[in-house]
Structures are given as C-alpha cells and as structure tokens.
C-alpha cells in the first residue's frame, strides 16, 4: 500500500507538470486546450482518493501492530472491515467517547430496570463492532477511567456473562464471549491507543500498582483473552502477585496465551533463571502447592498452561528451544517429578514432555555413558543420531516426570504425539543413510532407546494403576466408570496426532474398546495393553520404514495379489491395514501379515530385509523396554 500510495503520488505530480506544460504550449500557438479537460477529470480524481487512501494505510499499519486473538500464538489475520476503515480517526474517537458516557449512565444495583441486561448487552455488541478499532477502544476506555475500567468485565459478566450472575468471583471461563470481547478490545487499546489523552495513565497504573482483591480480580478478567504486548502483561501479572499470595486464574491463563510474557514475568519474579533457577523452582513448587485439592481445577489448568507456555509447547519446536524456555522446561521436569499436582495440570507436564521429547528420548537412554549422570542444564552431545538435546535428564528424574501425567490415557495424548513426530523424524533422517551404508545397526541404538522410553511410560503408568486397584476394592463401580471415561477421551484426543511411529495405538484403542472392566484390575489392563503392542511392533515398525523411502522385496499390495487366504494386508492407498483390523481376524490376519514378514525376508540371511530388520528392531524396542522397567523400580524404593 505504501509503494502504491507513493506511485499514484508521484503520478499526480507528473500529470500535473506535463498538462501544464502542454497547455502553455497549446495556448501559444493558439489552439483550444479543452481537450485536456479529460486529463484534469483525472487529476480530480487522485486529488479525491488520496487522503482516503492515506487514511487506510495508517489503519492498516496501526492494525499490523495488534496481537492475533488465536491460542497459543498461532498466527492468524485481523479481519479488515471496509466499513468500519470509513470512519475517521476522530470520528472513531468521538464514537468510543460517546459509548463510554452511555455505560457510565447505567446503574447496575438499579433494580427497577427491566432493560439493564440489554443495555449492558447494547454496549459490548457496540464495543465488539469496534474490537480493532484503536481509537475507539482507547477512547472508550480513557473516558471510563481506571476504577470504571477495571469493573467492566466484573459487571458485564454478572448482567450478562453468567447465568443468573451466578459465581462471579470465581475463576472465569476464557471462552466467555463478554469477557472476550472486553479483553480484545482492550488489548488492542493496550497495543495502538497510547496516544489517546488518558489512556496511556491507565497503562501506566495498571503496570506498576499493586491492585486491591477486587480490582486486581477485574484486572484479570481484562487481560484473560486479549493478546498484549508481552513487557506490559509480564509487569501486570507480576505486580499483581504472581510472586506472593495465590495465583489468579485469570493472569496465569493469559500468560498462557502469551509464552513470551510468560518468561519475561518468571523473569520478573525470579531473576535470571538461566544462570540460577533456584527461585524459580520454589516458586514453581509453592504454586503447584496453591493450585491442587478440591475447586482449584481452573488454577490447576491455568498453571499448567503458563508452565507450558514459557516452557515453549506453543511456540517453539522439539530439538529447537531458546535457552529460556529450555531452563523453564528443565526447572519443571527436575522440581515438579515428585510434587503433588492439581488433576488439570497434568495434561499441560505432558504438553511439556511432547515438546521435549528429545530431552525424554535422551534421559530415558540406559544404552550410552550419559545415563550415569545426573540431570544438567547444559547441552548434550548424545550417542544417538540426528539428536540434539537442550538439557540433559538423568533416567531417575526422567522416570518421575513420566509419572506427572501417565495417571490416565487421555493426559499422555500429547507426549504420544510428541514422541510420535520425533520418532518418524528419526526413522526418516536415517532409512537414507542405512540404505546407502548397507548398514542395518544404523537403528538399533534409536529403536533401544525408543523401547527405554516406553519402559518408564509403562512402569509409570502401573504406579497409578495400583492406586486404582487399591481405590476398586473400595469401589469398583467407580473404577471401572474412571477407566471408561479415560478410554474414551483418548481416542478423541488422539485423533489425527501421528503417534502411530512410537506405539502400535491401533492396538489400544481396540483392547479398551472391547474389553470388559470388571473382572480384572487396572494392572492387567496394562499389561493386556501392551501384549496387544507386542504383536503389532512389527507391524508398526514396517509402515515406519515404508514410510521413510524403504523398498521391500514385496509390497503389501503386490502380495495381496499373488496371497491364496483371501485376507488382504493391504489397503486401497497401498499401505498396511491397521494392526487393530488385522487382530479382528484372529489367527489368520496374524498369519496373513506373518507370511508377508516371511515373503520380505523374515528368517532368513539377508539383514537388510526388510523382515529381518522389522524383527531386528521390535526386539531390540522390546529388549530395552524391558531394561527400563526393572531400572525404574530402583527410582520408586
């Protein structure tokens, strides 16, 4: 816009000079210069539309600077409204004044207006017409002043956000469509409005005040959703007690949505933790204390979030974290393994584990020198190729963090996933290389220690099993209605996550579908589970391969073809059916995917078969995650 804008400027300017030019050339010879009038038609024309366009570029540049309002710091476009850009910015100011003085006219307490529910509710839809307006918004807000700005969202949430106005001191729901249309539009007065005459006193209070309970209450419900410059929300959230008392939901949920605030105010809080976190663990620790037992699930969750975000799950990549959010990352992994956690945290330690499950692959490896050391924040050289650690985990403390989210299936989703990508990205940088060196060890240290990993998972996993074997005979009833809540938040929060690489998933869904609950515990569910992935590793391990460039001796579909049983291992895109379809075949579905493990190899002398290595590898997984299982019950004594 501004190249264009410059163009059409210097265009009129040239326009100008040459029909001046002409004209004195015309009028000296003395020929009529009407037919320039087109010409000046033109002229007219850009005279017209210039100062319009200059004033949707400043829009458009001042929009540039707003936050995105999507979670977790996915980029996302603001809606651009052709309507809205036709208001000027003193109109916009004007407007946002006058909205301002209506809501000061309403009286909540009045108990003899039937009409306050939908004036309340006249005003946010007005405030929501305007949510990246900047010159609205903060003339709205600079016009109510800071007492009336901070108690906007508690009222607007008691007439119209809440049922009845039920609960409206208790930790707000982040979806609530009053709370978000209150706190974007003031993240956006927050990010462009300064310049507003009062406004930028209200920024400066708020970022430097400490707030009485109930301001500081509605200080939360501003900040809960809007996306804010990150040093402004960092210096609110600290000053309003991230460092003593109880956290709020409200703060510790919007520094989840902001993971570069969330660093800057652990920084606030507790020095540079990059060269000493021993502030913050104790902080970290007093908070998982603040945020567990009964009614604290939207701080447990909040917490949870705020750790993962500074962490970096949302906006960084495995294998590639900053030095602060890795020293975040580290801090939680060694203080909280043994720290009792809110039930809702504990989805977000697994978030954290997904994110790092480079660090996990590494401090779960009992096969190389590093597994002797104790936990370090410093980077490793690892013995296993394409791994770059941030930290190193020592095994123990590795085995303890596992055990922070393994209590249901549906928390261990995102490490799964996590641990998923990883995996295919290990099997894909190395079939290559194996390809070329005629080199089938090539994977034998990854899938050992891949085996490691899932080891600890599962002796995790069995701890929390025997609590719920201890709580069934109290009440089985109860237990088998836990178990099934479990299995069927898992299969939701599994949908499309690419974990197959890592465990045969197929598999489990199938067993806790079918399965009967009350004739065995929680450890034979377990141990049930993993017999099912016992079988289909080979299975899984085969599709990885496949995946990643190896050419077998004969494909799944080639073998369907020439196969006499009738049971095709293949499906119509040419891959593997499930394992989970193959099993409900019973015994000829195993023997159909046997025959083809034989067909490519299996028993034979050629190791780069593509049977020998499925065989080679499923054992080598199963061999070591044997290892670490017996290891792990020295981590428990």
Request: net charge negative.
């Amino acid at each position: 816009m501004d190249d264009f804008i410059s163009s059409l400027d210097h265009a009129r300017n040239q326009i100008g000079e040459h029909t001046e030019a002409i004209r004195r050339v015309l009028t000296a010879n003395a020929v009529p210069a009407s037919s320039l009038h087109p010409i000046s038609e033109i002229e007219h024309w850009i005279d017209t539309k210039l100062p319009d366009l200059r004033r949707r570029n400043q829009i458009a540049h001042a929009t540039s600077n707003l936050p995105d309002w999507s979670p977790a710091g996915t980029l996302r476009l603001v809606p651009y409204k052709e309507d809205a850009a036709s208001t000027s910015p003193a109109e916009s100011r004007r407007l946002g004044t006058e909205l301002a003085d209506q809501y000061k006219q309403l009286h909540p307490d009045a108990l003899l207006d039937p009409l306050l529910d939908q004036k309340y509710q006249k005003i946010i839809d007005a405030l929501a017409e305007h949510v990246n307006d900047p010159e609205f918004t903060a003339s709205f807000f600079a016009t109510l002043g800071l007492e009336a700005t901070m108690l906007l969202p508690v009222l607007a949430r008691q007439r119209i956000g809440m049922q009845d106005g039920v609960g409206t001191v208790e930790p707000p729901s982040p979806n609530d469509k009053v709370l978000t249309t209150v706190s974007n539009a003031f993240a956006t007065a927050v990010s462009a409005g300064s310049h507003i005459p009062g406004f930028a006193a209200i920024e400066e209070a708020l970022r430097t005040h400490p707030m009485s309970r109930l301001d500081r209450f509605g200080t939360s419900l501003l900040v809960i959703s809007g996306r804010f410059p990150a040093g402004w929300l960092a210096q609110v959230a600290t000053v309003n007690g991230l460092t003593t008392g109880k956290p709020s939901a409200g703060f510790l949920h919007a520094l989840g949505n902001n993971p570069t605030a969330a660093r800057l105010a652990l920084r606030l809080s507790t020095g540079d933790y990059t060269k000493d976190n021993t502030k913050l663990a104790a902080l970290l620790t007093r908070f998982a204390g603040q945020t567990r037992g009964a009614y604290s699930d939207p701080e447990a969750d909040a917490f949870g979030r705020m750790l993962a975000a500074a962490a970096g799950a949302y906006d960084e990549k495995d294998g590639a974290h900053s030095k602060d959010a890795a020293t975040v990352a580290f801090t939680v992994m060694t203080t909280l393994g043994k720290v009792d956690l809110g039930q809702a945290t504990r989805i977000h330690m697994s978030e954290i584990a997904g994110s790092y499950a480079t660090e996990i692959l590494e401090g779960a490896n009992l096969g190389d020198t590093n597994h002797i050391l104790d936990s370090s924040n410093t980077r490793v050289t690892s013995s296993l190729p394409g791994l770059k650690p941030s930290f190193r985990l020592s095994p123990e403390d590795t085995y303890h963090f596992l055990k922070t989210f393994t209590d249901t299936l549906a928390n261990q989703a995102p490490f799964q996933a996590g641990m998923g990508l990883l995996t295919t990205r290990l099997i894909n940088e190395a079939v290559p290389q194996m390809i070329k060196s005629k080199d089938p060890t090539r994977l034998d240290d990854t899938f050992g220690a891949l085996g490691n990993v899932r080891g600890f998972e599962l002796a995790a996993r069995e701890t929390w099993g025997n609590a719920q074997d201890q709580a069934a005979e109290e009440s089985r009833q109860l237990a088998s209605l836990l178990i099934g809540n479990a299995a069927g938040a898992v299969g939701l929060a599994f949908t499309g996550a690419g974990a197959v690489a890592y465990t045969a998933l197929s598999s489990i869904w199938s067993y806790y579908d079918t399965t009967k609950a009350e004739p065995e515990s929680e450890i034979d569910k377990i141990r049930a589970t993993d017999a099912r992935e016992t079988l289909g590793r080979q299975h899984t391990i085969a599709q990885a391969l496949l995946d990643a460039g190896f050419s077998p001796s004969i494909s799944p579909k080639a073998y369907d073809i020439t196969n006499q049983s009738g049971i095709k291992i293949a499906e119509q895109s040419g891959k593997l059916r499930p394992f989970s379809e193959l099993i409900d075949l019973s015994t000829p579905g195993y023997d159909a995917l046997d025959r083809w493990f034989i067909a490519n190899g299996m028993g034979g002398n050629d190791s780069l078969a593509l049977g020998q290595l499925t065989n080679r590898y499923a054992d080598r997984f199963e061999g070591r995650k044997q290892r670490s299982m017996l290891r792990s019950l020295e981590f428990d004594r």
